[in-house]
T-cell receptor, first 109, second 113 residues
Framework: GQNIDQPTEMTATEGAIVQINCTYQTSGFNGLFWYQQHAGEAPTFLSY??LDGLEEKGRFSSFLSRSKGYSYLLLKELQMKDSASYLC??????????WGAGTKLIIKP | DGGITQSPKYLFRKEGQNVTLSCEQNLNHDAMYWYRQDPGQGLRLIYY???????QKGDIAEGYSVSREKKESFPLTVTSAQKNPTAFYLC????????????FGEGSRLTVL
């Protein structure tokens, strides 16, 4: 079967660093996405990884290990506006998106 | 500005009624999608369309119907056959690259009274 696992909820402090993990088991793999979704709003694109390694984009970085079926999203210098849900999704062999349930990130002052 | 517009943002329905959610995009995208989002669950695909006048069932199509008569428009009808329709519905599209990012509308929250 196809499965994506992420922690349900995480808490971090403003100014700190947090790592949100995502593990996946899918039939085929054509890349992994991270999206940010504020409560009651539409998801917005953060990153796409298809090759192993770390990709940095400002305060956000995304890492992929295809052999381990593992990715993480790293958020640095946390700000209150980073409080949101973070959705991990993979593209399977049919180029269909498989979504995780999302990780709700709570930032405390 | 290009984007996806969903309406209405909030909708209340009595049991037994059909309702139609609108999705319009001016991004010139061929591929459009409807997702359902419930608390604690990932996005679940209801229907998708890769081209005008063609659409495919997703994982949870029962109780829903769609049409794609124009490239810009992909309305979703929630029929009375959908037993648990209360949810947040998201419309999305993407450009020519299947690995490209999805652009989402603001969502429609449907509540059955």
């Amino acid at each position: 079967g196809q499965n994506i696992d992420q922690p349900t909820e995480m808490t971090a402090t403003e100014g700190a660093i947090v790592q949100i993990n995502c593990t996946y088991q899918t039939s085929g793999f054509n890349g992994l996405f991270w999206y940010q979704q504020h409560a009651g709003e539409a998801p917005t694109f953060l990153s796409y990884n298809v090759l192993d390694g770390l990709e940095e984009k400002g305060r956000f970085s995304s890492f992929l290990s295809r052999s381990k079926g593992y990715s993480y999203l790293l958020l640095k210098e946390l700000q209150m506006k980073d409080s949101a849900s973070y959705l991990c999704a993979t593209l399977d062999s049919n180029y269909q998106l498989i979504w995780g349930a999302g990780t709700k990130l709570i930032i405390k002052p | 500005d290009g984007g996806i517009t969903q309406s209405p943002k909030y909708l209340f329905r009595k049991e037994g009624q059909n309702v139609t959610l609108s999705c319009e995009q001016n991004l010139n995208h061929d591929a459009m999608y409807w997702y359902r989002q419930d608390p604690g669950q990932g996005l679940r695909l209801i229907y998708y369309s890769q081209i005008v006048n063609d659409f495919q069932k997703g994982d949870i199509a029962e109780g829903y119907s769609v049409s794609r008569e124009k490239k810009e428009s992909f309305p979703l009808t929630v029929t009375s056959a959908q037993k648990n329709p209360t949810a947040f519905y998201l419309c999305a599209s993407h450009g020519p690259r299947v690995t490209g990012e999805l652009f989402f509308g603001e969502g429609s929250r449907l509540t059955v009274l």
